[in-house]
T-cell receptor, first 115, second 113 residues
């Protein structure tokens, strides 16, 4: 079945370390997105990519980096510059249909905890 | 970015209809209205979307006001599995924000047995 796979589901990181969250999709979607969710809050956009080898900053990009070398993959690196990285991270994808006749498909998330 | 306003929480009884309101007074002519729901510790799930006309699918119905400044998600018979946070979102169809979803706080729906 097609879908989005995020790994790992739980991740623990020591302060000062970089960590990379994986996001893979087999839906043939052009656009991919990374969101962050804090307890009791809505989702906030970190980075997004509409085509391979191109990406844009979202609303809270500081302390994060991404790459989009393949259509299927959009990894997110949480750097040591991110001051409060403990959160639930969600990856999503969608078609780039100009009619916007499709919704987003979300992964099941990665819960990152800094210890 | 165009914003949406939803009640923080709503309650319903099982088997009864639920009407979840959303205000989006600054919506532009090309913005699509999307609804998603999220269960605890899971990614959001797409529910329904529309532009101008009312929409129905197997999960829900979407009623859009004639001036498009508000919409209502209708769950025809609530079940316990419908308890979730429901997000009303405007998906922007133009400019640098093309295709982006901007999430608000959402409505926490509680369903009582």
């Amino acid at each position: 079945d097609g879908g989005i796979t995020q790994s790992p589901k739980y991740l623990f990181r020591k302060e000062g370390q970089n960590v990379t969250l994986s996001c893979e999709q087999n839906l043939n979607h052009d656009a991919m997105y990374w969101y962050r969710q804090d307890p009791g809050q809505g989702l906030r956009l970190i980075y997004y990519s509409q085509i391979v080898n191109d990406f844009q900053k979202g609303d809270i990009a500081e302390g994060y980096s991404v790459s989009r070398e393949k259509k299927e993959s959009f990894p997110l690196t949480v750097t040591s510059a991110q001051k409060n990285p403990t959160a639930f991270y969600l990856c999503a994808s969608s078609t780039r249909d100009r009619g916007l006749n499709y919704g987003y498909t979300f992964g099941s998330g990665t819960r990152l905890t800094v210890v | 970015d165009a914003k949406t306003t939803q009640p923080n929480s709503m309650e319903s009884n099982e088997e009864e209809p639920v009407h979840l309101p959303c205000n989006h007074s600054t919506i532009s002519g090309t913005d699509y209205i999307h609804w998603y729901r999220q269960l605890p510790s899971q990614g959001p799930e797409y529910v329904i979307h529309g532009l101008t006309s009312n929409v129905n699918n197997r999960m829900a119905s979407l009623a859009i006001a004639e001036d498009r400044k508000s919409s209502t998600l209708i769950l025809h018979r609530a079940t316990l599995r419908d308890a979730a946070v429901y997000y009303c979102i405007l998906r922007q169809a133009g400019g640098t924000s093309y295709g982006k979803l901007t999430f608000g706080q959402g409505t926490i729906l509680t369903v009582h047995p």
